[in-house]
């Protein structure tokens, strides 16, 4: 992909090793990417039938499981000699032949998965409210946690508004406030960490006749149990019933009797007055209630303490130059290590300005595979490299900070 990128931004020429292959190559600007083209490159430089071009394909798609790519060697490389092209050639369509059949796609496959990125970065550009609210009803979408998808949308200027039983449905939603001309996205009560799709169906129902106007008075309208009660109060939905947290984890126990939960029970008059959480005990209830957060990111706690140690934010890092040596430090909210990258993993780690891909070649692995597996917030030292718009820093060494995270430490546990 590389050489087709270089070639469509115009750092490179573009060459062709022939008139004929033009013909294969030219709308990818002579670089072979689909297998389409490497089967045709087959049949106009080496001979090939076209019978003989889709037994290569069934080859390159089936190589792993039964081999057998390498009875077309001579095939390949003895055709396209005899026709002109340069062994270097030859051998460079055979390596890219073995390529393909690890990450190969037809051309079909690529315009299909191209049109959705498309139509996605146009959503998330010019009606970025909407496409939170529907990624966010997507959960679990196997890669981007909800605490990710809302970080970057607030990055992006995105108004999101906390769940709220007097308010929230099911789904997340746009809420218009005001005069405002954009809509902010009110979260939905499916975040909340135990809380049942049925609970909330008679939330909805019960507030559509009349709205809530006690603990109790939902409770009993919505024929909910303690424990879904004390799921809304975990995550703060029941803030405007019953004050903060605390207060209202207090209410839901005294709201539903333990025998009966349609009893026409009441609160008593004396529940004493609790003072609220501090900002990171809300944190770490917000990661546990709903693993993620509307308040200010866990790593802006620590920004001071990190500074001390020369790790720099997100935002800055992508100022610096290629090459430069770097420091960062965020939550590990992304480890992959793909079949195809060869021991490679990759990283990313979060603060509250951003996302840093880190690189950790195989034998860093080794020295540091404690840190890399088990640390929740990591620091990591080495070289930043750059080129265009992709930006990572290249580990030379990783230290596990998790410590710092003190009282914070459920946000690390539930945030990758």
């Keep these: 992909m590389h050489p087709y990128l270089r070639r469509r931004q115009g750092l490179e020429p573009v060459t062709y090793p022939s008139d004929a292959l033009k013909v294969a190559l030219g709308r990818t600007l002579g670089v072979p990417i689909f297998q389409e083209q490497v089967m045709q490159v087959a049949i106009l430089a080496a001979g090939f039938t076209p019978g003989e071009a889709d037994q290569l394909r069934r080859a390159m798609a089936a190589w792993k ?140 129902a019960a507030r559509a006749v009349r709205q809530f106007s006690s603990v109790g008075g939902l409770a009993r309208r919505a024929q909910l149990d303690r424990k879904d009660l004390q799921v809304l109060a975990a995550a703060n939905s029941l803030s405007s019933l019953a004050g903060n947290r605390r207060e209202a984890l207090w209410v839901s126990v005294a709201a539903v009797p333990d025998r009966d939960i349609l009893a026409d029970a009441r609160v008593d008059d004396e529940t004493p007055v609790l003072g609220a959480p501090s900002e990171g005990e809300d944190i770490v209830a917000d990661y546990n209630s709903m693993r993620l957060t509307l308040g200010r990111h866990p790593l802006s706690l620590l920004r001071p303490a990190l500074l001390e140690q020369r790790l720099m934010p997100a935002e800055t890092l992508m100022t610096y130059r290629n090459g430069r040596l770097a420091r960062g430090c965020g939550l590990v909210t992304v480890r992959q290590r793909p079949g195809t990258a060869m021991g490679v993993m990759f990283f990313t780690i979060e603060d509250k300005t951003g996302n840093v891909n880190v690189i950790i070649w195989p034998s860093l692995q080794e020295r540091f595979r404690q840190e890399a597996l088990g640390a929740s917030l990591l620091a990591v030292y080495g070289s930043w490299q750059c080129e265009g718009d992709v930006r990572h820093l290249v580990a030379q060494r990783l230290v596990d900070l998790s410590h710092l995270l003190g009282g914070l430490t459920a946000v690390g546990r539930n945030f990758c």
Excluded at 75 to 81: C, K, L, P, S
Excluded at 121 to 143: I, Q, R, T, V
């Design 65 to 204: 499981r039964k081999g057998g790519l390498d009875k077309y060697y001579d095939r390949i490389v003895n055709g396209m000699t005899e026709r002109g092209y340069t062994k270097d050639f030859a051998e460079s369509i055979f390596q890219q032949i073995h390529g393909f059949g690890e990450y190969g796609f037809p051309e079909s496959h690529a315009a299909s998965f191209a049109l959705l990125v498309y139509a996605s970065s146009w959503l998330k550009c010019h009606e970025p409210e909407a496409f939170l609210a529907a990624m966010l009803n997507s959960m679990p979408l196997g890669f981007y946690s909800a605490s990710q998808l809302i970080q970057d949308a607030q990055r992006h200027s995105v108004r999101v508004l906390p769940a709220d039983v007097t308010i929230s449905n099911w789904d997340s939603v746009l809420e218009l406030l005001g005069s405002q001309s954009r809509s902010a996205v009110r979260l939905g009560l499916s975040l909340l960490n135990g809380m049942k799709d049925g609970a909330a169906e008679r939330i909805e």
